[in-house]
């Protein structure tokens, strides 16, 4: 069974600060997508890295693929209210009918 | 397009009833898959469909079943009802993009169930 553990579990900033969310597995993945969730709904992909070492930029948001294909970041820039939710990271390996494997989940709280 | 649809939005059941969860998508996508999500944790696969009338276990599969009997409807049916199946139920489609093997995966709303 692949794994996928992210830290920290449970974040909460003031509007402004920076901050990083990890994921690492010990498993190999061909892609990896990063889904935001918000209360009450179902969760909206932020993006998909698939190379060893990219890095995506989404506005504030900056996610990197880690060279081995193991592990991935997402940090955000100066975090504002609207950033708050639960981000999953989720690992993808080719001819499994696309199923994810989805990482424990980063609960953020971004205040003013 | 109305994306992926689900109902109930909440539920609550006794143990040891059933009951089935409704999932349809229009956006004519192959695949299917049906996820449960415990409080502060990500989601577990129970089961997905690449297409109708093919379905297969994911990794909790246990207490439920499904059919795909056409490509919009993925239904899951709880029997036997029991409190570890309490959670938020999510179906989710997803079609390959380009021949590159890029699959994004679209949610609907969320099941909301207490088995009491």
């Known amino acids: 069974t692949q794994l996928l553990e992210q830290s920290p579990q449970f974040l909460s900033i003031q509007e402004g600060e920076n901050l990083t969310v990890y994921c690492n597995s010990s498993s190999v993945f061909s892609s990896l997508q990063w889904y935001r969730q918000e209360p009450g709904e179902g969760p909206v992909l932020l993006v998909t890295v698939v190379t060893g070492g990219e890095v995506k930029k989404l506005k504030r948001l900056t996610f990197q693929f880690g060279d081995a294909r193991k592990d991935s970041s997402l940090h955000i820039t100066a975090a504002q209210p609207g950033d708050t939710g639960l981000y999953l990271c989720?690992?993808?390996?080719?001819?499994?009918?696309?199923?994810?494997?989805f990482g424990t989940g980063t609960r953020l709280q971004v205040t003013l | 397009n109305a994306g992926v649809t689900q109902t109930p939005k909440f539920r609550i059941l006794k143990i040891g009833q059933s009951m089935t969860l409704q999932c349809a998508q229009d956006?004519?996508?192959?695949?299917m898959y049906w996820y449960r999500q415990d409080p502060g944790m990500g989601l577990k696969l129970i089961y997905y469909?690449?297409?109708?009338?093919?379905?297969d276990k994911g990794e909790v599969p246990n207490g439920y079943n499904v059919s795909r009997s056409t490509t919009e409807d993925f239904p899951l049916r709880l029997e036997l009802a029991a409190p570890s199946q309490t959670s938020v139920y999510f179906c989710?489609?997803?079609?390959?993009?380009?021949?590159?093997?890029?699959?994004?995966?679209?949610f609907g709303p969320g099941t909301r169930l207490t088995v009491t």
């Open positions: 989710a489609s997803s079609q390959r993009r380009t021949a590159y093997t890029l699959y994004e995966q679209y």
């Open positions: 989720a690992g993808m390996n080719t001819g499994t009918a696309s199923k994810l494997t």
């Open positions: 469909s690449v297409g109708a009338g093919i379905t």
């Open positions: 956006m004519n996508h192959n695949y």
